[in-house]
């Protein structure tokens, strides 16, 4: 992993923790766009960024443990097949749509219904249906007992949500209208082949970062990005 991906890393888990007085920003260089963020599919959509913008039912944690996140608990049955969890009921997505098991369902589905692309994940094999039993309560059922499930849910991707006011004909396989997730950021602006702008979400149910603006540049070529570090051309340091 290059210096610059995980100083990267590091400024983006680091910012909760900073003083909010100020309207910080930062600036930093990743050799390509971030792509359309698409919540439920790969390349060219940069794990990162979906990473700031989207979020999982249950989470790592610094010490490897998963822990409740869009989820506050769960519980399976005595085979091990069908599973409940409890969705929080204090989450919207960025443009105001609420967060609830009916949406959460939504993109489970989505996903599911483009499930070749995500054969690798056995989890994805395993899922038979996903239902909102209320607008807290979320239904998974398995073909048999899965024991990493939870710690499937906590990748990256493809479990993770995306309003359903942005999928395209019913889904996520042929793209999405817009990047809206109930994460800490957002995608304001994306020009290709120059630079992504990821500005504070002010509906973000947690903590808010103290970075009010991330600018990330497109500067393809390795050493041209350690000299913009170097130079200043990039600002890792914070900035008002």
């Given amino acids: 992993m290059s210096i ?4 990267l890393l590091a400024l983006v888990a680091c910012v909760p ?7 910080y920003q930062l600036t930093t260089a990743w050799p390509v766009n971030v792509g359309p963020l698409n919540p439920h599919l790969y390349t060219p959509n940069q794990m990162f960024a979906q990473s700031m913008v989207y979020e999982p039912l249950v989470k790592y944690q610094a010490d490897g ?26 989450v919207a997505f960025s ?20 499930r ?6 056995e989890l994805a094999n395993q899922i038979t249906d996903v239902r909102a039993l209320s607008a807290t309560e979320l239904q998974i059922t398995l073909k048999s007992a899965y024991a990493p499930l939870l710690q499937e849910l906590a990748l990256p ?11 395209i004909d019913g889904g996520t396989a042929r793209g999405i209208k817009a990047p809206i997730g109930t994460g800490p950021w957002r995608l304001a ?15 973000y149910w947690g903590r808010k970062p103290a970075l009010q603006q991330i600018t990330i540049k497109v500067i393809p070529d390795a050493t041209s990005r350690a000299v913009a570090f170097e130079t200043g051309g990039n600002r890792y340091a914070l900035r008002r």
């Fill in 157 to 167: 991707r493809p479990f993770r949500f995306i309003a359903p006011s942005q999928f």
């Fill in 116 to 121: 070749q692309r995500h054969a690798w994940l």
């Fill in 95 to 114: 443009n105001g749509e609420p967060f609830n098991a009916q949406a959460a369902a939504a993109n489970f589905q989505a996903v599911l219904a483009n």
């Fill in 17 to 23: 923790l900073l003083a909010q007085a100020a309207p």
């Fill in 65 to 90: 443990s998963v822990q409740p996140w869009l989820a506050t608990r769960w519980r399976h049955s005595a085979d091990g097949k069908t599973w409940w969890f409890t969705l929080r009921d204090d």
């Fill in 189 to 203: 602006s994306s020009q290709l082949n120059q630079r992504d702008v990821l500005v504070r979400n002010e509906r």
């Fill in 4 to 7: 610059i991906r995980l100083t």
